[in-house]
């Protein structure tokens, strides 16, 4: 089966229109229609079911969609990647990150750039409450997320740095007039909960939905940013365990931030989707490995 003829097969069995396929690959009609029949003559089977008013797969099209997308895209990948070295890898590569985390990916960004000068970056921000939007809807190439990270069509670099959680409370509240506080403190009081469809595995990394000793941590206010979550702090009704490094970027009078003893440390890794690696992806995490230490 010829390489283009994979592609006429792939792109039909995504588009499921045989004019749609021939203008996206900017081929007649008649074209798609002959390589189609060509390969169930090869094949000795349907791939398509062919209606006046639809195409869709056969059982045996599905099970050849899913062995060929997988050495297509990798072949495809070794070409873009050829033609990028050899082209000085131009193009653009959109990193995501946290409101507060952008400065943490400077030595990596500086060194890309050192390195691949015709490239351009493009920052984009992740919103804590919903961490793999930004990648699923190809806004962002990679990005900057605290661990743990399960899903099967994303990948995960080395954790590039690590970051301690500290407690914010309102001034009012009455744990702030504390030193320090224990994560078993967080069972006394409702805490901020995420409005967006972040994974429960991945908010408990953040905030635990109960404390050491087993005691469940209610949830009070959702909120979907930083500031809501400021916001609603302050107020007094809820507390929540926020990373360190928003107290430095974020200096406010209406907020006390308190160590937590025994807190979580939150490990930060790069990001990206299985499917959507490309040369200057690569060249991006080639960077992160030279700049984290001991790698």
Same mark, same amino acid.
């Given at each position: 089966?010829?390489?283009?003829?994979?592609?006429?097969?792939?792109?039909?069995?995504?588009?499921?229109?045989?004019?749609? #396929?021939?203008?996206?690959?900017?081929?007649? /009609?008649?074209?798609? *229609?002959?390589?189609?029949?060509? /390969? !169930?003559?090869?094949?000795g089977?349907?791939l398509? !079911?062919?209606t *006046? =008013?639809?195409?869709?797969?056969?059982?045996?099209?599905?099970?050849l969609?899913?062995r060929?997308t997988?050495?297509?895209?990798?072949?495809?990948?070794?070409?873009?990647?050829? #033609? *990028?070295?050899?082209?000085? /890898?131009?193009?653009?590569?959109?990193?995501?990150?946290?409101?507060?985390?952008?400065?943490?990916? #400077?030595?990596?960004?500086d060194?890309f750039?050192?390195?691949?000068? /015709?490239? #351009?970056?493009?920052?984009r921000?992740?919103?804590?409450?919903?961490?793999?939007g930004?990648?699923?809807?190809?806004?962002?190439?990679?990005?900057?997320l605290?661990?743990?990270? =399960?899903e099967?069509?994303?990948?995960?670099?080395?954790?590039?740095?690590?970051?301690p959680?500290?407690?914010?409370?309102?001034?009012?509240h009455?744990?702030?007039g504390? !030193?320090?506080v224990?994560?078993?403190?967080?069972?006394?009081?409702?805490?901020?909960?995420?409005?967006?469809?972040?994974?429960d595995?991945?908010?408990?990394a953040?905030?635990?939905?109960?404390?050491?000793?087993?005691?469940?941590?209610?949830?009070?206010?959702?909120?979907?940013?930083?500031?809501?979550?400021?916001?609603?702090?302050s107020a007094g009704?809820?507390?929540?365990p926020?990373?360190r490094?928003?107290?430095? *970027?974020r200096?406010?009078?209406?907020m006390?931030?308190?160590?937590?003893?025994?807190?979580?440390?939150? !490990?930060?890794?790069?990001?990206?989707?299985?499917?959507?690696e490309?040369?200057l992806?690569?060249a991006?995490?080639?960077?992160?490995?030279d700049?984290?230490?001991?790698?």
């Open positions: 089966m010829e390489l283009r003829d994979i592609e006429i097969f792939l792109t039909l069995a995504e588009e499921l229109h045989f004019g749609r #396929t021939a203008e996206r690959l900017h081929v007649s /009609q008649a074209r798609v *229609s002959q390589s189609i029949k060509q /390969q !169930e003559r090869r094949i089977g349907a398509f !079911e062919r *006046s =008013r639809s195409v869709r797969l056969t059982p045996l099209g599905e099970g969609r899913e060929l997988a050495g297509y895209t990798e072949i495809m990948a070794g070409v873009d990647e050829a #033609t *990028s070295i050899a082209s000085g /890898q131009a193009g653009t590569l959109s990193v995501a990150a946290f409101d507060t985390h952008h400065q943490e990916l #400077t030595a990596v960004l060194l750039r050192q390195r691949h000068p /015709q490239a #351009t970056l493009r920052m921000e992740a919103l804590p409450v919903d961490p793999f930004v990648l699923r809807d190809r806004r962002a190439d990679v990005a900057l605290w661990l743990p990270v =399960r099967p069509d994303l990948a995960v670099g080395p954790v590039l740095f690590t970051e959680l500290v407690l914010a409370v309102a001034p009012g009455p744990l702030a504390r !030193e320090k224990e994560m078993e403190d967080l069972g006394d009081h409702p805490v901020v909960c995420p409005d967006g469809p972040i994974p595995y991945v908010w408990a953040h905030t635990p939905p109960v404390t050491p000793a087993g005691r469940p941590i209610r949830r009070g206010t959702p909120v979907s940013t930083l500031n809501e979550a400021f916001s609603a702090i009704g809820v507390i929540s926020i990373g490094q928003a107290t430095v *970027s200096v406010r009078p209406d006390v931030f308190l160590p937590i003893a025994d807190a979580p440390v939150l !490990e930060y890794a790069p990001v990206w989707r299985r499917a959507g490309t040369p992806l690569r991006f995490l080639r960077a992160v490995d700049v984290v230490p001991g790698r």
